[in-house]
């Protein structure tokens, strides 16, 4: 089972169940289309909460969308999970509230997504539609797999995890291992000359013995990061909602959380879900 904590798990179901069924409403009258529900990060089908005191089990995002059945239902649900056991455990569960059309594929996400962008390219693929959910825990998604969604008929919800991963690894004194580097650069897609330039400045210091250099962290890290990521998402989709931000008890920030999509009504309804939440 998945174990995490937080009013913000609560919220981020609801705003996929929410928006799913505003979007299936509005493809209800567009039979032409075959909708399929994609999640890139199923989890196990329940989540265990940690509370301060208690823990409690709640149904994950899957066994909701699966458990949708007005206004209608997505035609194809495809369910992408790493872990061996957590997939094993998901179908079970998801198989018993409905098995036509429902998929659970044990995989990494990222070869799912490419996958899916050469299949909507495809004459079969041309007819659907796809209402992504792309829930990772830290940075797993890299951003070459987002980057081939580009043109397609997606609306994607992407949790981003600007406080959590990314701010942590642009550590303050700029030692960041060759590793580290890697993986920001294929998270963002973004050499590290230029992620250089855009978190940290340089000084050169005079000294009697030469110059010599001293790095500063820029302050704002997080918001450069959402900044930066958000804009790479609008190069990829028309349009990126206002963001739900994941804040933990601390009032720390942990993920932005937002909808990208080539459709301006997509965006006019994320954003309304987003500002309520964000004001509640
Ligand atoms: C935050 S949880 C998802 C929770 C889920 N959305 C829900 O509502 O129950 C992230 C899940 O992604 C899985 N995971 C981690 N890396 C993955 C990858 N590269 N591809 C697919 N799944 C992955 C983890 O095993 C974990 O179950």
């Known amino acids: 089972m998945n174990s995490f904590g937080g009013n913000w798990t609560y919220q981020k179901i609801k705003i996929i169940e929410d928006y ?19 999640d890139g990060f199923a989890g196990s089908g329940d989540i265990n909460i940690d509370g301060a005191l208690d823990s409690k089990v709640i149904e994950g995002a899957a066994k909701k ?13 495809y369910f992408v999970e790493l872990d061996k056991q957590k997939a094993k455990n998901l179908q079970q569960s998801l198989h018993q509230i409905r ?48 980057e081939c969604l580009k043109g397609l008929s ?8 600007t406080g959590i991963g990314v701010n942590r690894m642009l550590t303050k004194n700029h030692k960041i291992s060759e590793a580290w580097w890697a993986k920001l650069e294929a998270f963002f897609g973004i050499s590290r000359e230029i992620l250089d ?16 250099q001293k790095i500063f962290k820029k302050n704002n890290g997080i918001k450069m990061i959402e900044h930066i990521y958000l804009q790479r998402l609008n190069e990829v989709f028309d349009f990126v909602s206002k963001p739900y931000i994941l804040k933990n008890k601390n009032n720390s920030i942990m993920f932005h959380f937002v ?16 500002k309520r939440l964000n004001y509640s």
Not at 20 to 38: D, G, S, T
Not at 154 to 161: E, N, S, T, V
Not at 197 to 212: K, R, S
Request: hydrophobic residues 45%; neutral net charge.
């Open 99 to 146: 098995k036509a059309g429902v998929f659970v594929v044990e995989d990494d996400c990222n070869r799912k997504l490419k996958n899916m962008s050469h299949f909507l390219k495809s004459e079969k693929g041309k007819n659907h539609k796809v209402l992504a959910f792309i829930d990772p825990c830290g940075m797993e998604v890299d951003w070459a797999s987002i």
């Open 20 to 38: 799913a069924k505003a979007y299936l409403q509005i493809m209800k009258n567009r039979p032409y289309w075959k909708l399929m529900y994609f």
């Open 154 to 161: 997606i609306d994607m919800w992407i949790l981003i995890p």
């Open 65 to 77: 969308i699966v458990a949708i059945k007005e206004p209608k239902i997505f035609d194809i649900c």
């Open 197 to 212: 330039h855009d978190f940290y400045t340089f000084y050169e210091v005079p000294t009697l013995f030469g110059d010599n």
């Open 259 to 274: 909808l990208a999509s080539n459709n301006q009504v997509a965006i006019n309804i994320a954003n309304d879900l987003v």
